[in-house]
Every structure is written in structure tokens, then in C-alpha cells.
């Protein structure tokens, strides 16, 4: 049964996770274990309920208590429902909310890279993305195009944060992904030598005069693959570029010479991905 609370103060501690907290003050790297995000949309929220995320409190308009949100609402049990009408919550937030419903969840502990990799044959890995609207539409590429994970280097923008998951439609629940930690001092180098010991061969998608084809057969036919994706502007690192199997380009006309990584990342999982 939905515990539901009218909002009549602005200042309540309550809801200083939806007005007042920033991303990086709900993550709490100092207490990982306390981290939180907000999830926004029925939709989305759902998702993550169906991926086994818990949720801490919602903010509801008060006119959805019994539309849409009303199934979501009775899955979260007796969790604190704030509520108030569109306008009084559009000051209280700042924007609009998406579909009327936001959500806060507990954060949960990240799987290790060696368990999310065991039964996996493609992978994404982001080397510093740090744009959250570029990592959301990669995972929702990754989702849609058969890549069975993500993984992240410790620069790029996390994926539960609220633009992350808005545009990535949820899919950061359904995909499973983590952070990749160096294993010695070597830096970046150690990502792709983690990865080879995994059994992975990885493929590097850069700007090279010794890049093949993104339709190479050879590449095409690995059993178990890594794409690695760089940064916005700079793309990947002289160094992970060497350490890596492949170099990977895509073939451009009109004397364009790249695309944004979140296009890039869309045809490399439709060329590479695991094929249905």
C-alpha cells in the first residue's frame, strides 16, 4: 500500500534527494553502500524494478496516484510517495517531470569485470566518455544491437546518472556493465591486457592509415570480442590503440571523417554485435 505524502514543504530533508542533491552527492563514493539515483518515466522505473533495483521514495503528480504510476506504485510497496500537483512540483524540481514520476533507488554494489565477462562474446568498452547523454545512448545501442555488456573506464560519466539512464530508456538496468580497474601502474595499457586475459580480442574503432574495414570477415568471425570506443574529440589512447588486436574504422563519404561516438557505437554493434 502506497504510504502517500503531501508535499507542504519545500525544505523537507525528504526531498532533498529529488531538489537539492547532485550527481556526484548521490553517488557517495565516501559510503558507495549509501549511493542512490533517480530514476524518471513509468517506463524506466519499471525497468529497473524488473532488474531488481530498490527503490528508497518516489515523486509523483498527484493526478498519475491513480493512472499510470499506480501499478509501479503498489510493486514498490510502503515506500514514502511524495506528492502535489504539476506546479507545485515543477518549482519543486526545477523542470518538468518525465511522465509525472521519479523514483529514487539504491545504488547496488557493481559486479566484478571477470563475472560479467564469463559467458560473454561481444563487449563494449568506453575509454572516458564523460558526456552522460553520449554513455545513455550507447547502452541503449548496446541493448538493442546484441552486446551482451559495457564496460567503463573510472573517467567516464556514470551510467546511472539521471541524463545516463533518461536517454539510454532504461536499458542501463537491462545490460550489464561495470567499471574496469587498472591492475598495476601501467594505466589504460592494463584495460586491454585485462581483456586479452579474459580471452578477449579487441578491436580499437580510431582514425588510422593501418585501420581495416569494420566489415572485415576476419573480425567479424572472433569468437569473443571487445569494441572500444574513445572518448568525445580525442578518441582512444595512442597507447590502448597499440595494445589493441585490431584497429576498426568506418567507412565515410562526403569527406566526413568520423562520426559522434554514440553514432559510431550504434553501427559498430549493428556490424559486430552477437547476430540473432
Avoid at 545490460?175 to 580471452?199: A, D
Amino acid at each position: 500500500m502506497p504510504n502517500i505524502i503531501e508535499i507542504t514543504d519545500f525544505a523537507a530533508p525528504e526531498l532533498d534527494i529529488y531538489a537539492r542533491l547532485t550527481e556526484v552527492q548521490l553517488l557517495n563514493r565516501h559510503e558507495p553502500e549509501k549511493g542512490l539515483f533517480i530514476a524518471e518515466s513509468p517506463k524506466v522505473i519499471e525497468r529497473a524494478l524488473d532488474a531488481g533495483y530498490v527503490p528508497v521514495s518516489c515523486l509523483v503528480e498527484r493526478k498519475h496516484i491513480e493512472g499510470q504510476a499506480k501499478g509501479i506504485l503498489t510493486r514498490c510497496g510502503d515506500i514514502p510517495v511524495y506528492t502535489a500537483d504539476f506546479e507545485v512540483l515543477t518549482q519543486l524540481t526545477g523542470f518538468q517531470l518525465t511522465r509525472g514520476m521519479l523514483c529514487a533507488m539504491h545504488r547496488p554494489p557493481l559486479p566484478s569485470v571477470e563475472s560479467i565477462c564469463a559467458n560473454a562474446r561481444r563487449i563494449a568498452v568506453l575509454e572516458n566518455v564523460m558526456n552522460p547523454t553520449n554513455v545513455g545512448a550507447i547502452f541503449r545501442s548496446a541493448a538493442a544491437l546484441n552486446i551482451d555488456a559495457v564496460l567503463l573506464t573510472s573517467a567516464c560519466s556514470n551510467p546511472l546518472y539521471r541524463r545516463a539512464i533518461r536517454v539510454s530508456m532504461g536499458t542501463v538496468f537491462q545490460i550489464p556493465w561495470s567499471f574496469l580497474e587498472p591492475k598495476s601502474t601501467e594505466g589504460l595499457e592494463s584495460y586491454i591486457k585485462q581483456l586479452h586475459n579474459l580471452g578477449f580480442k579487441t578491436a580499437a574503432m580510431a582514425l588510422s592509415e593501418k585501420a581495416v574495414s569494420i566489415d572485415k570477415p576476419e573480425l567479424m568471425a572472433e569468437e569473443k570480442l571487445a569494441i572500444v570506443l574513445g572518448t568525445e574529440g580525442e578518441g582512444l589512447a595512442d597507447s590502448t590503440i597499440s595494445d589493441c588486436d585490431y584497429t576498426v574504422c568506418i567507412p565515410m563519404s562526403h569527406g566526413v571523417d568520423s562520426l559522434n561516438v554514440a553514432a559510431a557505437s550504434a553501427v559498430a554493434f549493428w556490424q559486430l554485435g552477437n547476430k540473432p
